[in-house]
């Protein structure tokens, strides 16, 4: 999904009252067409509502640094503000949040006491980002849910509109309309009914929680319960085997999830299928019996999912969860096959001095067996150095070898933009989730 038009806003962010948001919609479409001309297409697709506990994008925002729509998406323009902030603040410009500047990003907004200064960083200077990409394919409203920490017990509401300048078609344009709600995680649960009328009726309802599921918090259970599909990314989960259950039990219930970390490994599947597809190596994939899994140290979603898909194509049964922990976090799971063989699994969170952009991708990986004889060892790998450890374990000149390149697609701007476009259940993720469901229920508190 790439895009090389920016957009044009109809509507910069508007602070109003809650009261007056539709009112305040209908009279920027009304407004423009009047002044312009032309019509402008509104909110026809679906609702896309975003739970953002991160507060670096707000922040941006008020200090006028951000002057897109508060939207939950850090892509290329949150980037960009990003580093305007930084080269402002003296700060190493990096492009990324660091505790130094949303430091000086608070103490600004308290010094300024609300008051308007000059934008830094203007949204057409950089690159479209998926939100960007999301208004020009579909006329959809966007709710941003921004949690804050401040004692004022109220919500403060914004509002804007944008369309991409090239979907001009006669006299009609395509527009996406943005709502921003700010205030405490108590605050925005007390109007969790207004947050859920404010979702377009009878149409698609698309819910991204950047958080881990949480069922004691109302407005959590509010929004599975009005939602058509609920998007997840569970690289970010503090504790994933906790939430990953969570997102297992859910799944039982009947709640139509997706989860931005299962996404991330269908080159890993694809590869791994490809590597016992040929006709001589087909029967190969029963003899595996031993499995390691190398990912980057910091969150173990990734691979455990990776683990439950393969052992529910493969009919294991897990019967032990044993943690080694260490310097890489060793975690050893047993599984039982249909035929009452033992399957050993090892999960190894390898410390990297160059972490990627995600937490927890994998790196490697290597399908072997007990059986010398066994023509099954396979070895995959992210990049070339992924590989070492694995050659290390030796029996490498018997293995398969195959790269996992990089997939430039698979960050999570992409992934979230092909979610948005995805309809119905996904079996494949939900099976593999019942098996990793019960990995996790070995776990030893």
């Given at each position: 999904m790439t895009l090389t038009q920016p957009l044009v806003s109809l509507q910069a962010p508007k602070d109003i009252s809650l009261a007056q948001i539709e009112a305040e919609l209908h009279n920027i479409w009304q407004t423009y067409s009047q002044e312009e001309g032309l019509a402008a297409t509104r909110a026809t697709t679906f609702s896309f509502l975003v739970y953002e506990p991160d507060e670096t994008q707000p922040l941006l925002a008020a200090n006028r640094f951000y002057s897109g729509p508060v939207d939950g998406i850090a892509g290329p323009r949150t980037t960009a503000a990003i580093k305007a902030a930084q080269k402002a603040y003296s700060l190493e410009i990096t492009g990324k949040a660091t505790p130094e500047l949303l430091t000086k990003l608070r103490a600004e907004l308290h010094q300024n006491n609300g008051q308007e200064k000059n934008p830094a960083y203007s949204p057409d200077l950089a690159s479209a980002g998926i939100a960007d990409a999301i208004a020009a394919s579909n006329p959809c409203r966007i709710i941003t849910l921004c949690p804050t920490a401040d004692s004022n017990e109220g919500v403060s509401t914004q509002v804007s509109a944008s369309c991409p300048?090239?979907?001009?078609?006669q006299s009609t344009l395509i527009c996406c309309e943005y709502i921003t709600l700010s205030g405490t995680a108590q605050a925005l649960e007390r109007i969790g009914g207004m947050i859920t009328e404010l979702m377009i009726p009878e149409l698609p309802k698309f819910i991204w929680w950047k958080a881990a599921p949480d069922c004691d918090y109302s407005l959590f259970k509010r929004l599975v319960a009005e939602g058509d599909r609920l998007i997840f990314d569970s690289t970010t989960f503090k504790q994933p085997e906790v939430s990953l259950k969570t997102l297992a039990e859910l799944i039982e219930k009947g709640v139509a999830i997706a989860d931005l970390s299962w996404a991330r490994l269908a080159p890993w599947q694809e590869l791994t299928a490809e590597a016992f597809d040929p006709p001589e190596r087909r029967d190969a994939i029963w003899q595996v019996d031993r499995l390691t899994i190398d990912y980057e140290k910091g969150n173990m979603a990734q691979p455990v999912m990776f683990l439950g898909?393969?052992?529910s194509r493969l009919q294991w049964l897990p019967v032990s969860y044993h943690q080694e922990g260490g310097d890489y976090d060793i975690?050893?799971?047993?599984?039982?096959?249909?035929?009452?063989?033992?399957?050993?699994?090892?999960?190894?969170?390898?410390?990297?001095?160059?972490?990627g952009q995600i937490i927890g991708d994998l790196i490697s990986l290597k399908l072997g067996s007990s059986n010398s004889e066994a023509d099954c060892c396979t070895v995959l790998c992210s990049e070339s150095t992924g590989c070492m450890r694995m050659e290390v374990g030796g029996g490498a000149q018997a293995?398969?070898?195959r790269q996992v390149t990089d997939v430039s697609d698979q960050n999570t701007e992409q992934l979230l933009g092909r979610q948005l476009q995805r309809w119905g259940r996904d079996l494949l993720y939900e099976e593999s989730m019942a098996v990793t469901y019960q990995i996790l229920q070995l776990v030893q508190d």
């Open positions: 300048i090239h979907k001009r078609s898909w393969i052992a975690v050893k799971v047993k599984f039982l096959t249909k035929d009452q063989k033992t399957v050993e699994a090892e999960l190894a969170g390898i410390p990297l001095t160059n972490p293995c398969t070898f």
